[in-house]
């Protein structure tokens, strides 16, 4: 009889610890079942946000584009950030970066032929910047839409060899990123020259206004720092055109720019980088837009989430 009570009460205790575990269970399920439904309206909530956001910068471009001042610059309205904004469920900010004051990874290639102007300027921001200036015909290779190798650059045959193996891309660069990809540029030579190129149009000039003192240390050979210092004028240039600073060169005492260096800047600026700054929840969420304004059209080329 006392034995078939200790059954009795082990298969009862059994009975309780496996309803606890389903209990366990349904619960966690619960609990994820919840989260999951939390983070999805998180993100469709920050999304919507971002899509405002985006078009406030459409708007904020044309508002500039009515000004009609003739050029860009750092004093622009589309250069003053939106301050932080809050809204239900936390709060959010904008800000936009213009894409054009850089040199353009895509700008080095012309109908498959190396340009020599984008050429020069890309030797000379890796020689300001301490990396070996071959490594701008990587770059080229990269780009441009055969498989022939420059003497020092690299097609698919070198990266083949690489584990994991990949093929170069022979076509524009897509983001700043692909750098990573290209022979030569290790972690530390990506660091140093992604805060001065940008991946925007093939063609694209380079804006003097919104240029650093880095990338405008590129226009001629041997401008000094201190040259480059005046140019840029504390970030807050204002050349209305590109004889305006022929004539600034002149005052510097800098080399004259030739017609074709000429018609590789500029003083207007067609591509932003449109970043949304979103908080919700207290979890941080970034979206970026891409937007190019033409002849007074807009459209958004490209968006992304996270780090751009």
């Known amino acids: ?11 009862a205790l059994l009975l309780v610890a496996l309803g606890t575990l389903v209990v366990a269970s349904l619960i966690e399920q619960n609990q994820l079942a919840v989260a999951r439904t939390r983070n999805l309206l998180r993100e469709q909530q920050a999304y919507a946000y971002a899509r405002g956001l985006e078009a406030y910068a459409f708007e904020v471009l044309r508002r500039d584009s009515a ?16 301050p932080p904004v809050d809204v239900p469920g936390g709060r959010l900010a904008g800000r ?23 050429l020069v300027r890309m030797q000379r921001l890796l020689r300001i ?36 193996p990949y093929r170069a891309a022979n076509a524009p660069f897509r983001h700043v990123s692909e750098l990573r990809l ?6 530390d030579a990506y660091r140093a020259i992604e805060p001065h190129v940008c991946a925007a149009a093939p063609g694209a000039p380079t804006n003097v206004n919104t240029a650093s003192e880095t990338v405008l240390r590129t226009l001629v050979e041997g401008m000094s720092e201190a040259s480059a210092q005046r140019l840029y004028n504390g970030g807050r240039a204002r050349h209305r055109n590109v004889e305006d600073l022929s004539a600034v060169f002149e ?22 980088l449109a970043e949304s700054m979103i908080e ?29």
């Open 67 to 82: 000004e009609g001042t003739g050029f860009d610059s750092t004093g622009d309205l589309w250069a003053t950030p939106m």
């Open 129 to 164: 910047l301490k990396l070996n200036p071959e490594l701008v015909e990587a770059i080229i290779d990269w780009t441009d839409s055969n498989t022939t190798p420059e003497a020092r650059g690299a097609e698919d045959l070198s990266y083949l060899l690489l584990d994991p």
């Open 280 to 308: 919700i929840d207290g979890i941080p969420l970034n979206y970026f837009s891409v937007i190019e304004r033409e002849s007074g059209s807009l459209r958004v080329i490209a968006r992304s989430r996270g780090t751009f």
């Open 251 to 272: 005052q510097e005492h800098l080399t004259p720019l030739t017609p074709a260096e000429k018609q590789a800047i500029s003083v207007i600026s067609t591509w932003f």
């Open 96 to 118: 936009m970066r213009d894409l054009n004051g850089c040199l353009n990874l895509n700008a080095l290639v012309r109908n498959d032929v190396p340009d020599q102007v984008q």
């Open 1 to 11: 009889m006392n034995r078939q009570r200790g059954v009795a009460l082990i298969i």
């Open 182 to 187: 290209v022979k030569g540029f290790d972690e």
